[in-house]
């Protein structure tokens, strides 16, 4: 796609709830990061995708988080039994390759509320 | 360890006028890229402007200028003639040419006043 595509754009779950967030990055590009924004706060890494490869998941809270990709393409930000700690905007990036170059683009993010 | 610094969480600018926004960041690597993004209420971040460490020429974008001074680990935006549509968050990002993500800032707020 011509973007970065999240979904949902906002998500209000009960706490201990499941939410699965979504991203379609730009076709073609490789690296695919996760960021979570709280309230007043810069963007914490969470995990990273390239093509193939294991990703870096060293950013990841706890392990009621989980992320899948499949090869190249849509990757799924899973959040198990939903604290109200993980309230937050979770940016979706891609980009070409692993390589800092030209920076991310940028999806417009999931903001997740949980009460 | 990575860090970047913004110390200013608010600032406003007449239209029309210059500001600047400061950034410091703390790294051991030689070789790294420095961003400015800008986040509208629309939450999406737009790349703004960016800068290799190893140029020593000022990145420059329009409006938007940087200065950087790799000595002292700086790197500060500076917006001319600055419009309405320049009212959002701006986050520094410090981006490695080594390991899996950037490291950002926590943002200046800025509002262009009318």
């Known amino acids: 796609g011509a973007g970065v595509s999240q979904s949902p754009s906002n998500k209000v779950t009960e706490k201990g709830k499941d939410v699965e967030l979504r991203c379609d990055p730009i076709?073609?590009?490789?690296?695919l990061y996760w960021y979570r924004q709280r309230l007043g706060q810069g963007l914490e890494f969470l995990i990273y995708?390239?093509?193939?490869?294991?990703?870096?998941k060293s950013g990841l809270p706890s392990d009621r988080f989980s992320a899948e990709r499949t090869g190249e393409s849509v990757s799924t930000l899973t959040i198990q039994r939903t604290q109200q700690e993980d309230s937050a905007v979770y940016l979706c990036?891609?980009?070409?390759?692993?390589?800092?170059?030209?920076?991310?683009?940028f999806g417009s993010g999931t903001r997740l509320t949980v009460v | 360890a990575q860090t970047v610094t913004q110390s200013q969480p608010e600032m406003s600018v007449q239209e029309a006028e210059t500001v600047t926004l400061s950034c410091t960041y703390d790294?051991?690597?030689?070789?790294?890229?420095l961003f400015w993004y800008k986040q509208p209420p629309s939450r999406q971040m737009i790349l703004v402007i960016r800068?290799?460490?190893?140029?020593?020429q000022n990145a420059t974008e329009n409006r938007f200028s940087v200065n950087f001074q790799k000595a002292a680990k700086s790197f500060s935006l500076k917006i001319s003639d600055s419009q309405l549509g320049d009212t959002a968050m701006y986050f520094c990002?410090?981006?490695?040419?080594?390991?899996?993500?950037?490291?950002f800032g926590t943002g200046t707020s800025l509002t262009v006043i009318p």
């Open positions: 800068q290799e460490a190893y140029k020593q």
């Open positions: 990036a891609s980009s070409l390759d692993n390589r800092p170059n030209y920076g991310y683009t």
């Open positions: 076709s073609g590009h490789t690296a």
């Open positions: 995708f390239q093509g193939n490869s294991a990703p870096d």
């Open positions: 990002a410090f981006g490695p040419n080594t390991g899996n993500q950037f490291y």
């Open positions: 790294t051991s690597e030689n070789n790294y890229y």
